[in-house]
């Protein structure tokens, strides 16, 4: 383990060990050889994806027990945060670090959302249509996102 918590085996070479004799940090003079296999890129792609500019909570909930995440970040410089209770995304909230349009895949589905600023700001105006919603943001501004009562 290093100082960071990262698991890794500077020894392992493609085609397996050396030899378990071989000195551990034989490969340090030519710099770090870790391999983290992207596994924070793909825990990320489970619970929230948006490459392709449209934010996706949780977009495969098959099976899925309870889950959350908090300030994930997405495209368009937004940090998010989600929960899942086994049945239905709660707890949503988006910060904008740089004010760009929010572009959010519907988590409940057709129901109407209410979209607020933070800490219990105004209703923001947005546009919903076809499982998607749209909506203005300002640098540094926090918003929640919920089922319209």
């Known amino acids: 383990m290093t100082p960071l918590g ?19 940090d ?13 596994l924070p890129a793909v825990i990320n792609e489970c619970l929230l994806q948006s490459y392709s500019g449209v934010i996706r909570l949780f ?5 899925l027990g309870k889950a959350g995440f908090r300030d994930l970040r ?10 899942w209770d086994g049945k239905a995304v709660a707890d949503v909230t988006l910060k904008s670090e740089k004010g760009a349009r929010a572009r959010v ?15 219990a700001g105004p209703a ?3 546009v919903q249509r076809q ?4 909506f203005p943001t300002k640098p540094g501004e926090t918003y ?6």
Do not use: C, H
């Open 6 to 24: 990262v698991a890794n085996d500077r020894v392992r070479q493609a085609g397996g060990r050396y030899s378990d004799d071989t000195d551990f």
């Open 124 to 126: 923001i105006s947005a």
């Open 26 to 38: 034989f490969m340090m003079r030519m710099g770090v050889w870790t391999e983290n296999l992207s």
């Open 105 to 119: 895949a519907n988590p409940w589905n057709s129901a109407k959302v209410e979209v607020r600023a933070m800490p």
């Open 74 to 83: 997405a495209a368009g410089a937004f940090l998010v945060s989600a929960s």
């Open 144 to 149: 929640t996102l919920r089922p319209a009562r």
């Open 59 to 63: 977009p495969n909930t098959t099976r």
């Open 131 to 134: 499982g998607l919603l749209e």
